[in-house]
């Protein structure tokens, strides 16, 4: 079965500050997408990043970057220099490409960037 | 970028009534939609899955009689919560796909529903 884990529950940094989001997951397909996704108080969810399970290579987008470790079935979001608009709940998500290819979401993590 | 829309994104109705959300694809057909729902300060939990043109398919614990889906065109797909009581006050998000299950899902911007 997926799970996805974000075992912080609320974080809080001072605005340039650098911070990074946990997310662990447990799956037993071979072939799966892991995604990033930010809901800000507004209650859209935004997509920042969905990674291949073959492609480990880490990922850099401005002052957003992820590491991928499949030997950990870790899937780490930072955030550099972090700014107050980067507040927001984060969201690790699994989809499995065997079953219907439904989205499992972690419990989120509400970070808080203070000025 | 492909946008999903949906309709009303808020609704305030008393316990009892009716209330249909509308989830739409605007520049995509979408042959899958899915419906999600989130408790506040809770992950969002997928309710069920809808192809167009056939049934959808409901998570367990998920009533059928109480939350209806129809997905009867590729642009389209409808979510009345029907009956409505307090405990099903929430906000519900559509996202929708095109295509095979490599493609993305793409997420409307969500509908809060407070029922009184």
């Known amino acids: 079965a997926q799970k996805v884990t974000q075992a912080q529950t609320e974080i809080s940094v001072v605005e340039k500050e650098d911070v990074t989001l946990d997310c662990v997951y447990e799956t037993r397909d071979t072939t799966y997408y892991l995604f990033w996704y930010k809901q800000p108080p507004s209650g859209e969810l935004v997509f920042l990043i969905r990674r291949n399970s073959f492609d480990e290579q880490n990922e850099i987008s401005g002052r957003y970057s992820w590491n991928f470790q499949k030997s950990t079935s870790s899937f780490n979001f930072t955030i550099t220099a972090s700014q107050v608009v980067d507040s927001a709940v984060y969201f690790c998500?699994?989809?499995?490409?065997?079953?219907?290819?439904?989205?499992?979401f972690g419990t989120g993590t509400r970070l808080t960037v203070i000025p | 970028g492909a946008v999903v829309s949906q309709h009303p994104s808020r609704v305030i109705c008393k316990s009892g009534t009716s209330v249909k959300i509308e989830c739409r694809s605007l520049?995509?057909?979408?042959?899958?939609m899915f419906w999600y729902r989130q408790f506040p300060k809770k992950s969002l939990m997928l309710m069920a899955t809808s192809n167009e043109g056939s049934k959808a398919t409901y998570e367990q614990g998920v009533e059928k009689d109480k939350f209806l889906i129809n997905h009867a065109s590729l642009t389209l797909s409808t979510l009345t919560v029907t009956s409505a009581h307090p405990e099903d006050s929430s906000f519900y998000i559509c996202?929708?796909?095109?295509?095979?299950?490599?493609?993305?899902?793409?997420f409307g911007p969500g509908t809060r529903l407070t029922v009184l």
């Open positions: 520049d995509f057909q979408a042959t899958t």
């Open positions: 998500a699994l989809s499995d490409l065997t079953g219907a290819n439904n989205l499992f």
């Open positions: 996202s929708a796909r095109e295509g095979g299950k490599d493609n993305e899902q793409f």
